[in-house]
């Protein structure tokens, strides 16, 4: 008797189970937490990659140093200008640039400060012209992407500027608007 | 994930259009997606599977504003994942793992939330509100009832228990996609559904709820 009524009990809890309801998503939350999640996916990505990748460049700035001494400020190197990388964009058009660094060992509490041209912006920093991060980095290779939008047709050279410790390097990127 | 691997995914998942530039040695390495282009790969991956996510969202969390909290950081999380996304034969069987595994990581904060809510008397009987009603008013008034009863049973009940039961029994999962989704061998899947079905019959006999 008491298998039979523990036996029914269990199918009433089925049931009941089967039946328990769950309301549907509001409108437009689906459309919403997609917007939110490519923005601060792509702000996420971005610091993290920034982290990666300035740790990478840092990491091989160092190497660099500690082979060569002060190799990075030898005036026998070639002139900056011979090993810009250029890239060409599209005026009032995103485009994304990835910047790639390799780094031979991990490093904590990097500073990267891009420093952009007259009529370039970094997409999610309107109107700023500077704009810094900080982070710590990891080994290997690594990308940063840049979403740059040319508001004029001038161009010009984008700098980033690591700094870790007492050392410091700039990259300079040629940004030519079409 | 190397770069080379990283290239490679992002030129499957849509025409190239940015630009790849090593800033060591000026060398222009390729192309790889616009942040446009990116969200539109990723909607196409991830929106077939909201409605399953938001489900689960909801069976883990059991409230509404965390349940929205959980898809959110999915999606966040997920979004800074896309290039492993596109590789993957079963999205939605991926998503809902990283879902489960970011809850079993803040189970706590949510838990906290939780139990806030129900102190505050909002949670019972909130996922009830929009209940679809029949002919008979009093049948549903009844059934209305039973509901919030059964919703106050389930939050007695652990978090490992109440969720294997509303996988089960209400969602309909099978033993091995729960399994697959928990990283619990399907035996201890079955004595936790056997223990939680017990409990939830001791609680609702005892309310009154069934008899």
């Known amino acids: ?178 | 994930m190397p770069l080379t691997e990283r290239l490679v995914a992002t030129e499957m998942a849509g025409s190239a259009k940015s630009i790849l530039v090593d800033l060591i040695t000026g060398v222009t390495l390729g192309n790889c997606m616009s942040t446009e282009q990116q969200s539109l790969a990723f909607e196409r991956l991830v929106r077939p599977h909201f409605d399953r996510l938001y489900k689960l969202a909801w069976r883990l969390t059991g409230a509404k504003a965390e349940a929205e909290d959980l898809f959110q950081e999915l999606l966040i999380k997920a979004y800074g994942k896309l290039d492993d996304l596109v590789e993957i034969e079963e999205p939605g069987s991926w998503l809902c793992r990283v879902m489960y595994n970011h809850f079993i990581d803040e189970k706590r904060r949510y838990a906290r939330r939780r139990l806030h809510t129900v102190e505050e008397g909002q949670l019972a009987g909130e996922g009830l509100q929009n209940l679809p009603g029949g002919d008979n008013p009093v049948v549903d008034n009844e059934r209305l009832e039973r509901m919030k009863q059964l919703d106050k049973a389930l939050q007695q009940l652990s978090d490992e228990h109440r969720i294997v039961v509303l996988l089960h029994d209400t969602e309909g999962y099978k033993l091995a996609e729960i399994e697959e989704l928990t990283g619990v061998p399907v035996g201890t899947v079955k004595s936790r559904l056997h223990r939680a079905r017990a409990r939830l019959r001791e609680i609702l006999v005892a309310d009154g709820t069934i008899s």
């Not at chain 1, 091989?60 to 190197?77: C, E, F, K, V, Y």
Request: charged share 20%; hydrophobic share 45%; glycine share 8%.
């Open chain 1, 1 to 178: 008797m008491q298998n039979a009524a523990t036996n029914r009990q269990d199918q009433e809890v089925l049931e009941l189970l089967k039946d328990y309801p769950m309301p549907e998503a509001d409108a437009g939350f689906y459309d919403q937490a997609l917007v939110r999640a490519t923005h601060e996916g792509s702000r996420r990505q971005r610091n993290k990659w920034m982290m990666t990748g300035f740790g990478a460049a840092i990491a091989a700035t160092i190497a660099a140093w500690l082979i060569g001494g002060m190799l990075l400020n030898d005036p026998q190197l070639p002139a900056p200008e011979a090993a810009i990388p250029g890239v060409t964009i599209a005026l009032a058009e995103p485009r994304t640039v990835n910047l790639v660094f390799a780094s031979a060992t991990a490093l904590d509490s990097a500073t990267l400060t891009v420093s952009l041209p007259d009529g370039i912006e970094l997409d999610g920093f309107p109107g700023q012209r500077e704009i810094t991060w900080q982070t710590s980095l990891q080994e290997g290779k690594n990308l940063l992407p840049l979403t740059l939008v040319a508001l004029t047709p001038a161009g010009g050279e984008l700098l980033a500027h690591l700094e870790h410790e007492d050392r410091d390097r700039t990259f300079r990127l040629r940004v030519d608007v079409t």
